[in-house]
């Protein structure tokens, strides 16, 4: 959710603005922004894509060797020129990018607009500035100071870079509750809200810490301070990340290229945590932490979106594979509750970015009620990461798609290995199940791309009910969440109305709405549940509905029934949310480009939803 972007050093700033802004697309935004100093300022912004911001600026003054970009997912005020990034003051001497949200804004508008302040944009970002402004004016202060006591004056969320006209040679920046990365290179800084558009200029980075400033100078020199003004010095990471993974390689949209990608990071997510023929499934983050939590009284899993979904199959393997008791939560609802933690729980938190706002936040509270914490994140170094005791990353590379789909599929890799190692040191899977599992996962990447060649006949029955104007997915057991997550795809990037269900649930209401223009996808795997989801299928067809069915290589009975199959290869059913999930993302994806949608920037979304 929205994107920060700056530069300072020898180099022109205005390509490497311009490049790391389209790195930052993915994030998802409505309009994009720079500022150039070059003596005099520069700012050009516009609403709709960055190559519109390009096309703006190409016959303008594009010199200078600082400045900063943003691009904007609107909050406050509609998407337009004017509420776009960067904001400057009233005196036109400071100009500010934020992410986040600034939450007693209205207050301090009213207060500077008694101080004889006028405001051009309905943004709180402009508020932040003209705040700047005013105590950097009272006291005479260099930036860097303005803009920290300026922040002792704000509630919220925040990632800011400043600069100042008549300061030209250095940038200042601060965050809280929202992620910026300093990257130094070779007496040069980048700033960003993410590595992606710095990993081709350098690999040192610091991740900010909350409520912590950063001034940068164009002499190569740095410092960081507290909010309360105290000096800090921070580590220096190695940022890893390769270029390539951020490009379509010759795919239409990213989202392809990152299903296709699957069997790839589905082993990635196993590479060293498990081996078949040794008979151990280990993750490292465990470590010394294992007693405690395969002794919890339960686990609290927590996530948003996608990230919820790959918590509830995480439910079904705790509870089958290692007689653990979970509650998955949303996090946006958790700490808004009042919920009952212990320091007898363990709360797992499932966040890709490892930023998501509401995540984090529910994390706090389980900290501050003594819960031990575990983190699984994709992004290095992001703030979940930091915050919890332990964790694991699941290692998928960068996710550019917004509708999450091989770090869904390495989430629950991830968590399928943990609940195996936590069962087999509690003693709940049989020697010779355990082993079983161990040599069936280890062949889930190669099934991956099987089904991968169904691609074809998947875009065909995508073409038969592309003009639904609604879609029902009906799952048992381990694919009731998989149904889930089908219909969070389909609505994400084709606007397509669709809502999963538990089979069995379809009678207590949702039979009502089926219809011949209504396709019902079934996810018909489970070996345990057959013979219901068979009885499933003919109240469906019973209406007229049009069935399309995942079924297991083989399976003749549904075959019969169902208007149109996809097959999947038999696995063991734990295991069949990897192989399940699949179909389901592409028959979205061929609906979504059938339509006309930006499958990659589907609208009114967000990658990383860095705010409440």
């Not at 207060?111 to 944009?121: D, I, W, Y």
């Not at 690999?203 to 002499?219: F, G, S």
């Not at 990152?258 to 499934?281: F, H, K, L, S, V």
Request: proline share 4%; aromatic share 8%; with cysteine.
């Amino acid at each position: 959710m929205c994107g920060i972007i700056a530069y300072i050093g020898k180099n022109e700033a205005y390509p490497i603005l311009i490049k790391g802004l389209q790195r930052l697309e993915y994030r998802g935004y409505d309009s994009a922004g720079i500022a150039l100093m070059n003596g005099n300022l520069n700012i050009y912004k516009k609403k709709g894509k960055v190559q519109e911001l390009v096309d703006f600026a190409k016959d303008r003054n594009i010199s200078g060797t600082s400045g900063i970009g943003h691009t904007r997912w609107a909050t406050h005020g509609k998407p337009d020129d004017t509420n776009a990034h960067p904001h400057t003051s009233g005196n036109g001497r400071l100009t500010l990018v934020h992410n986040g949200i600034i939450e007693n804004y209205a207050l301090i508008k009213q207060a500077l607009e008694n101080k004889g302040h006028t405001f051009k944009s309905q943004t709180d970002t402009e508020v932040l500035v003209h705040l700047i402004e005013e105590v950097q004016k009272q006291d005479n202060l260099p930036i860097e100071e303005a803009v920290r006591v300026a922040l002792t004056r704000v509630v919220g969320a925040y990632a800011i870079v400043v600069l100042d006209r008549l300061d030209p040679d250095k940038l200042v920046a601060a965050r809280k509750g929202s992620p910026l990365v300093l990257g130094i290179g070779d007496d040069e800084f980048f700033l960003a809200s993410d590595g992606t558009p710095i990993v081709e200029h350098t690999k040192k980075v610091i991740y900010l810490a909350d409520e912590h400033i950063a001034t940068v100078h164009r002499d190569g020199h740095y410092e960081i301070r507290t909010i309360d003004n105290e000096l800090h010095t921070p580590f220096v990471d190695e940022l890893y990340m390769e270029i390539e993974r951020m490009e379509k390689g010759g795919y239409d949209y990213f989202m392809l290229k990152e299903i296709y990608e699957q069997p790839t990071t589905i082993m990635d997510a196993m590479r060293g945590r498990i081996n078949a023929e040794e008979g151990w499934a280990h993750l490292g983050g465990m470590g010394e932490h294992v007693d405690k939590i395969k002794n919890a009284n339960r686990f609290i899993i927590l996530g948003c979106g996608t990230s919820w979904h790959a918590g509830l199959i995480a439910e079904y393997l705790f509870e089958d594979l290692a007689r653990i008791s979970v509650e998955v939560e949303y996090a946006s609802e958790f700490r808004y509750r009042h919920p009952v933690i212990t320091d007898k729980d363990v709360v797992i938190a499932i966040s890709q970015s490892g930023e998501t706002a509401d995540t984090y936040a529910a994390l706090e509270l389980a900290k501050k009620n003594g819960a031990f914490l575990y983190g699984i994140v994709n992004v290095v170094g992001s703030s979940i990461a930091r915050l919890t005791d332990a964790g694991s990353y699941i290692h998928c590379g960068p996710e550019i798609g917004v509708a999450s789909t091989k770090a869904f599929t390495a989430q629950v890799t991830l968590l399928t290995l943990m609940a195996l190692q936590i069962g087999r040191e509690r003693g709940t899977i049989s020697d010779e199940y355990f082993h079983r599992l161990l040599t069936e996962l280890e062949n889930i990447p190669e099934k991956v791309g099987k089904v991968l060649n169904s691609n074809e006949k998947i875009k065909y029955i995508a073409g038969e009910i592309k003009d639904s104007p609604n879609a029902m997915y009906l799952g048992r057991g381990y694919n009731f969440p998989v149904a889930l997550e089908g219909a969070l795809k389909l609505k994400e990037i084709s606007y397509i109305h669709a809502e999963g269900y538990p089979a069995a649930e379809m009678k207590h209401g949702p039979i009502a709405l089926i219809d011949e223009n209504m396709p019902v996808i079934v996810i018909a795997t489970n070996k345990s549940l057959n013979d219901k989801i068979v009885s499933n299928i003919q109240e469906v067809k019973a209406r007229k509905g049009i069935v399309i069915a995942i079924v297991t290589e083989g399976d003749h009975e549904i075959s019969r029934i169902a208007d149109y199959t996809i097959e999947i290869p038999d696995t063991e059913e734990p295991f069949t949310p990897l192989l399940s999930v699949i179909p389901l993302q592409l028959l979205s994806y061929h609906i979504a480009v059938m339509r006309g949608c930006n499958v990659d920037q589907p609208r009114n979304l967000a990658k990383s939803v860095t705010v409440e």
